[in-house]
């Protein structure tokens, strides 16, 4: 792939209906994939999500970063795993999980040989995202890693190869910065976005190093940064201060983007190319900083976040221990707390970014998983929650799929 960076375009958008809620979906049986810091669980839903039957634990032991689950035949599964032995690596079930096998050829930086000019040599510490690919390519996945990069599969995820365009090029590797620019837990490549009408137009996100868009299948990308703010004292000229914390494109109108970032919460309407910030109506206790953003499936003016407290020691826990989502159905004019069964005092756990998710349902089911290992969920877009594990380890994601 051509290594080079494009300069920002503004995309204009297919013509789509003046609806942006999709009609009703017929029922489904919902199964959520978490991953942990110590392996892996499926938890099966019945018809009414009332009941969850356990699978697992698989891969006891290991660093699970994500599970994902192949919409385009619901069966195939992906785990983004760095177990003890093997190191970074990513398995492959085409059963549900009844059986494993690891990917022939992991993600992995391209060799530098000794002594050569440009960037210097990387390894993968781990693969951090997993995405599945278009509809019309049926065998394409993405995966994001840390430190940053970006792979793709176009063989079911058996086997990986480097985008040169981001992993090699001279511009991205500066916007990366160094391993002390990224989050405590490492710089991660995440949020990676294919859309659903168009399999060349690509987006993802890098903590640190800001939102970047591709329109021609990731062969050259353009940062997507105008309008979000970058900690005080910094240059947001600088890509490398850019901390997007989790990005989601709206299914039911690809034209609008939520993003959860370092420095708040944010909406981008195409064909735009500025990020409003839309947070400033949180209560300001509690503010707008935190991991997850998740979307309705079928309103683009539904979306939920977690938040956590971002004072300036930044202790990465729920603001007074008293955790709740927020829930804005009007795009971000307003939001709501949503707390009914939660721990009203002294929880003082969170929720990472990828640990936070939605079926396509009716009424959507909304899901997260904590710091502490408990696994949450409600059946109605967040009004009441309820709580179907705990004592998990540490939970890095959660996402829900629809059984075939």
Known sequence: MASRTAKPTTRKPP????????????????????????????????????????????????????????PRNGRTLLAAAKTGHLGPTIFR?????????????????????EG??????????????????????????????SPQGLFRSTDGGVTWA???????DPQYREWMGTVQDGTPDGPKLHSIIVDPRDPAHLLFA?????????????????????GLQVVEGFDPSTITFHDPHCVRLCPSNPDRLYQQNHCGIYRLDRPG????????KMPRRVGDIGFPMVVHPRDDKVAWVFPMDGT??????????????????????????????????????TVKRQAMTADAADPVGVYFGTTSGELWASRDEGQRWSCIARHLPEIYAVEAAALA
């Open 93 to 113: 079930s085409t059963n549900l999980g009844r059986s494993w096998k690891e990917a022939a050829q992991p993600p992995a930086f391209a060799k530098v040989a």
């Open 15 to 70: 013509a789509r209906p003046a609806a942006s809620r999709a009609p009703r979906p017929a029922p489904i049986t919902v199964v959520l994939l978490v991953a942990t810091r110590k392996g892996a669980w499926l938890f099966h839903g019945d018809t009414r999500r009332k009941t969850w039957r356990v699978d697992g634990p698989h891969f006891l032991g290991h660093e699970i970063h994500h599970l994902q689950l192949d």
């Open 116 to 145: 050569a000019a440009g960037p210097a040599a990387r390894s993968v510490n781990h693969s951090f995202w997993l995405t599945p690919g278009h509809t019309s390519e049926r065998d394409t996945w993405y995966a994001g890693t």
């Open 273 to 280: 190319d500025t990020w409003q910030r839309i947070g400033g």
């Open 162 to 168: 480097p985008f040169s365009s981001i992993n090699d």
């Open 206 to 226: 890098m903590s640190g190093g800001g939102v970047h868009e591709s329109t021609d299948g990731g062969q050259t990308w353009s940062p997507l940064v105008k």
């Open 312 to 349: 300036s020691v930044w202790p990465r826990t729920s603001p007074q221990g008293r955790p709740a989502a927020y829930v804005t159905r009007n795009a971000g004019k307003t939001w709501q707390r949503q707390d009914s069964g939660l721990p009203e005092a002294q929880a003082w756990w």
